[in-house]
């Protein structure tokens, strides 16, 4: 089965060595790319950025879509901080001055979603850094031992997929 590996790598990573700030990293990165809209300039060179800092982009992809799809939920409480944002006179002087420069204002920062789609990301990043860094920690000493010496899981890993799924969990594992 095609979607077998994927997750069998997702799994491996939450439980292998690599420094849980990685994957905590990921998940920030992953809510602030998803609260910024992805139609102008500013979404793919945060993504840029992403991928050129250590972390882990298998988890970043998975929650960028997670929370692409929770983000309208929270568009209506976003939309007012960035208007309030523009509406201030020194950004409403820069953003003017940003876009008289042929080119930039594909950047977005006329767009009052955006802007606080931006400033949302930003505050939230250290205090989801830090909630997914402690999530993934207790995860691997608390959760994950547990898991793996359940009778559920024994019995599970007698069906075919589950045992193939687990078989690929392992060989990941051992490569990271």
């Known amino acids: 089965m095609f979607f077998i590996k994927p997750i ?3 799994i491996a990573a939450l439980n292998s060595n690599a420094k849980p700030g990685a994957v905590a990293a990921a998940v920030s990165f992953a809510l602030l790319l998803a609260l910024v809209p992805s139609f102008n300039l500013i979404w793919p060179v945060l993504f840029i950025i992403s991928l050129l800092i250590r972390l882990n982009w298998g988890f970043e992809i998975v929650f960028i879509a997670l929370f692409k799809w929770l983000v309208p939920l929270v568009d209506p409480l976003i939309e007012p901080i960035g208007w309030k944002i523009l509406q201030s006179p ?12 042929p080119g930039l204002i594909f950047l977005g920062l006329n767009d009052s979603l955006m802007i606080g789609g931006l400033a949302a990301g930003i505050a939230a990043w250290i205090p989801v850094f830090i909630l997914s860094r402690l999530i993934v920690v207790l995860f691997r000493e608390k959760v994950s031992p547990k ?30």
Do not use: C, D, T
């Open 90 to 101: 020194h950004v409403s002087a820069f953003v003017y001055r940003i876009n008289e420069i």
């Open 8 to 10: 069998a790598k997702l």
């Open 147 to 176: 898991i793996a010496r359940s009778k559920f899981v024994a019995g599970l890993s007698k069906a075919p997929i589950i045992g193939q799924l687990m078989q690929a969990v392992r060989q990941f594992s051992e490569a990271w």
